[in-house]
């Protein structure tokens, strides 16, 4: 259950206030993680969200088992210092977004770092033993969400800096890390959370929709 769940809870609740049925629904969102986003300047805007509809927050949650027929599930909650319990939960309606990660190919390939991405520097995007590598997207191990938005700044880099190693140069261009996640409020508005390494945020759009990360039709 990672961030991507959050694109389909928040426009849910959306709806079912327009259609005047959200009294009839307990929201619950689970996660394996302890925060609402990896970027703290866009927590309070998330949490006045999810205060606002009753969304239940349950952190340190990781999904072991589902038995569709009986609408149960069952999470192993593992919260710092305390041992891990596993708890079973009941529902009506469940969305799951599984785990992620790399193809088997690259995972068993000397490409493949401990976690089975493949191994670049996070700025140079070349493989750190094979330099005649690059990687980019979901397969390599930068500490990015794996987002489109990612991918469409670092197919520039690995371009560029493979073309000068054809022309026998030094590469130089080098990736910051950006990464945009459009976080969908309602049906008609977004919250744009546009940040690099280290969480700077970084906006391409104008100041002040980063300055006041709340949701916007414009965004």
């Known amino acids: 259950m ?3 769940a959050k694109k389909a809870i928040y426009p849910s609740a959306d709806h079912w206030i327009r259609s005047n049925t959200a009294r009839d629904i307990d929201l619950k969102f689970h996660s394996p993680g302890g925060a609402l986003f990896a970027v703290e300047d866009f927590v309070p805007t998330l949490e006045k969200y999810v205060e606002k509809h009753q969304i239940g927050l349950n952190f340190f949650h990781t999904l072991v088992a589902v038995d569709s027929p009986g609408r149960k599930v069952w999470f192993d ?3 710092p ?8 939960v009941e529902f009506d309606m469940m969305h799951v977004t599984p785990p ?3 193809p088997d190919f690259i995972a ?3 490409l493949a770092d401990a976690v089975d991405r493949v191994n670049v520097d996070p700025s140079k995007l070349r493989h750190k033993i094979f330099d005649n590598t690059c990687s980019l997207g979901g397969m390599m191990n930068a500490i990015i969400t794996k987002t489109a938005a990612a991918a469409r700044k670092q197919a520039p880099v690995v371009a560029d800096n493979t073309v000068t ?3 026998d140069g030094t590469p130089i261009v080098q990736y910051d890390g950006y990464e945009a996640c459009p976080l969908t409020d309602a049906r008609d508005k977004v919250i744009l959370a546009e940040f690099s390494y280290g969480g700077t945020l970084q906006a391409s759009f104008p100041r002040w929709l980063i300055d006041d990360p709340k949701p916007r039709h414009l965004a």
């Open 2 to 4: 990672r961030w991507c």
């Open 165 to 167: 190693d054809m022309q």
């Open 81 to 88: 210092e305390i041992a891990v319990e596993r708890i079973e």
């Open 100 to 102: 992620q990660g790399a």
């Open 77 to 79: 909650v593992s919260r």
């Open 108 to 110: 068993v390939c000397p």
